[in-house]
């Protein structure tokens, strides 16, 4: 780690200390650290014993390395950590009813995440949730399934976009495939795409200084990118090549995994929370946890936050990143207007998920129906399927967490201003999915 501010140094050996004396069995309140403090370490514990169990549920950590060699050497057993998270939660409880203001707003974030630990051991353990209620337990919302024929109409007008003979995927497959970005010019046109998107948002958010981020491009992966937060303000954005990349997703993931996206939201609440309050419980991301409906969400509107206009978007892919990759310019908007109705169809994603996971539909009726209402090819409809068998209900937050960001930045009004502060205390404070309710 860097330097730490005043007052952390401290913090972290109260927090050591009271991680030795849970050890060797004595009271935590022995030390006089305030009981939020003392809950935080202890749920960043147990958040990274579940971790110690279930490889990839720790998504990103980058708190005290003493922390998580304690949690490597003492892991308990899945049903003691349920049995002790349960227990902190109604400790937890007891402090979130005392609470008002900025303690309240982190009490209600740890009891959010304890919540997802929860749900998570239950699974651990054997235990087979129907789709709905895992989102719930674990991303704090109800998910709603809109049947896939609600979709028709929107394949109609897609219809339209792209006329011409053979199934409907097939024909929005060829048109998206004239875009495809050449292999060795697929990294200058991400730098350039990431930079523009990290000069839009720099011009609203105070990122931390000497934050960057390093680019990678990788294979077998059952995502299209990845961001892998370092800490020290520093991410690794992976790119997956194993398909095609086209030129929509230059602006998408530059967005979505860097800036104002994950990249951004990791590097504020580090800098903001974890050292600038020393609040251990922003030290670590548990991957299924609230926190990603969160993320996701925020990323995912951080694209339209960046390219507030639509013709900011169109002018910058055909003056720039087009010719970068040496394609066409000249159905460009035609291209977008096709990418803006396909948007409209991310509800099918959580049918089809659902039904699948459920066990109402075969896993090859599940690639059927993702090619068709989400308009994929057979390549890509498996990659989605393969990812829905990996994360599971993780599906919801992109679109679901999207709409929500969405609804609660615009609630602020026109003014780019007041939509941008708003934006920045969703990804700069203890925000749950609760939050995007409140004015």
């Not at 530059?254 to 990249?263: A, I, K, N, R, T």
């Not at 599971?392 to 937050?397: A, F, L």
Request: with cysteine; net charge neutral.
């Amino acid at each position: 780690m860097s330097a730490v501010p005043p007052g952390a140094t401290r913090r972290l050996l109260l927090a050591l200390a009271i991680l030795v004396a849970g050890a060797l069995g004595r009271p935590a309140l022995a030390v006089s650290e305030p009981p939020l403090n003392q809950i935080a370490l202890q749920y960043v514990r147990l958040a990274l014993e579940v971790g110690e169990h279930e490889p990839g549920y720790i998504d990103a950590y980058f708190g005290a390395p003493e922390i998580l060699a304690a949690a490597r050497a003492n892991r308990r057993d899945l049903p003691t950590l349920a049995r002790d998270t349960q227990a902190l939660r109604a400790r937890l409880a007891t402090l979130q009813a005392q609470a008002s203001g900025e303690e309240r707003r982190r009490a209600d974030f740890l009891a959010s995440q304890l919540a997802a630990v929860a749900t998570r051991l239950r699974m651990l353990q054997g235990e087979k949730l129907p789709f709905v209620e895992e989102a719930e337990g674990l991303y704090g919302v109800r998910p709603e399934l809109k049947p896939l024929a609600s979709f028709e109409p929107v394949l109609a007008r897609i219809d339209q976009l792209v006329p011409g003979p053979g199934p409907l995927w097939e024909r929005v497959d060829a048109f998206q495939n004239r875009f495809i970005i050449p292999n060795d010019r697929l990294e200058a046109v991400m730098r350039a795409a990431t930079a523009e998107c990290r000069r839009r948002t720099v011009a609203h958010l105070a990122l931390p200084e000497g934050e960057r981020f390093t680019l990678g491009l990788v294979t077998g992966k059952p995502w299209s990118g990845y961001n892998w937060f370092q800490g020290n303000a520093h991410s690794l954005i992976e790119i997956n090549t194993d398909l095609p990349v086209r030129l929509s997703r230059a602006v998408d993931l530059g967005c979505h995994e860097g800036y104002p996206g994950h990249h951004s939201m990791h590097s504020l609440q580090e800098a903001r929370l974890a050292r600038g309050k020393g609040w251990l419980e922003f030290t670590v991301f548990p991957l299924f946890a609230p926190t990603a409906l969160v993320a996701e969400g925020t990323a995912n509107y951080g694209i339209e936050m960046a390219f507030p206009m639509r013709a900011e978007r169109l002018a910058f892919e055909r003056n720039v990143l087009a010719p970068l990759a040496g394609l066409p310019v000249g159905d460009i908007e035609r291209y977008l207007d096709l990418l803006d109705a396909l948007k409209e169809l991310a509800g099918a994603r959580f049918t089809i998920a659902a039904d699948y996971l459920d066990g109402r539909i075969s896993r090859a009726e599940a690639v059927a129906l993702t090619q068709r209402y989400e308009l994929l090819s057979p390549a890509r409809a498996e990659q989605r399927i393969a990812f829905a068998e990996k994360y599971r209900s993780y599906v919801i937050n992109y679109g679901l967490g999207q709409d929500m960001a969405r609804a609660t930045v615009e609630r602020a009004g026109a003014d780019p201003k007041a939509r941008w502060a708003r934006f920045e205390r969703l990804v700069a404070e203890p925000t749950t999915p609760a939050d995007f309710a409140r004015p």
